[in-house]
T-cell receptor, first 115, second 111 residues
Framework: AQSVTQLGSHVSVSEGALVLLRCNYSSSVPPYLFWYVQYPNQGLQLLLKYTSAATLVKGINGFEAEFKKSETSFHLTKPSAHMSDAAEYFCAVRAGAGTASKLTFGTGTRLQVTL | EAGVTQFPSHSVIEKGQTVTLRCDPISGHDNLYWYRRVMGKEIKFLLHFVKESKQDESGMPNNRFLAERTGGTYSTLKVQPAELEDSGVYFC?????????FGPGTRLLVL
């Protein structure tokens, strides 16, 4: 079974500051990991994904995440926050390779960006 | 290429009524998923179709929920009769490989 823990339901940063959203996972098989973003009044948009290739994954809008097996983490970072980054971010895990299977999500982290 | 679409975007119904949600996946995607987010909680898996067959329906809450995917194209999710706790956002996703692409969701409010 898989599970995801996102520490911090709300994170507030100043514009231009580092963004760090935490995600820890539990998986009995090598995981596939995803970050999705939901902007206000919109659906879920794929931000980036880890599928067992490079451990540092770059996504859209300047975001990146690093897969650390020893820490069972997949934290999302962005060097400099922009007002347009304000949204809710979801970390998700999928069990292994091969056939398609369901995603297990964390509870989400709402990012606020202030001037 | 068109993304995943869902209809309606919002639905407000009374307890005991029936509601049908529709999802049109990305063309050519064999896998179609339904998820739900109840307010304040995580997004939870409901079920997974591969073409027209139900691959995994372990997340369906009870027999008031019925999902179909006739012909392996679009899917419907019917709630009958709706209860207050069914309120939430229902997401549909489709995939052809390991990456799932989500629709905008249907916001359901049961009064």
């Amino acid at each position: 079974a898989q599970s995801v823990t996102q520490l911090g339901s709300h994170v507030s940063v100043s514009e231009g500051a580092l963004v760090l959203l935490r995600c820890n996972y539990s998986s009995s098989v090598p995981p596939y990991l995803f970050w999705y973003v939901q902007y206000p009044n919109q659906g879920l948009q794929l931000l980036l994904k880890y599928t067992s290739a490079a451990t540092l994954v770059k996504g859209i809008n300047g975001f990146e995440a690093e897969f650390k097996k020893s820490e069972t983490s997949f934290h999302l970072t962005k060097p400099s926050a922009h007002m347009s980054d304000a949204a809710e971010y979801f970390c998700a895990v999928r069990a292994g390779a091969g056939t398609a299977s369901k995603l297990t999500f964390g509870t989400g982290t709402r990012l606020q960006v202030t001037l | 290429e068109a993304g995943v679409t869902q209809f309606p975007s919002h639905s407000v119904i009374e307890k005991g009524q029936t509601v049908t949600l529709r999802c049109d996946p990305i063309s050519g995607h064999d896998n179609l998923y339904w998820y739900r987010r109840v307010m304040g909680k995580e997004i939870k898996f409901l079920l997974h179709f591969v073409k027209e067959s139900k691959q995994d329906e372990s997340g369906m809450p009870n027999n008031r929920f019925l999902a179909e995917r006739t012909g392996g194209t679009y899917s419907t999710l019917k709630v009958q009769p709706a209860e207050l706790e069914d309120s939430g956002v229902y997401f549909c996703a489709s995939s052809q490989d390991r990456t799932q692409y989500f629709g905008p969701g249907t916001r359901l409010l049961v009064l």
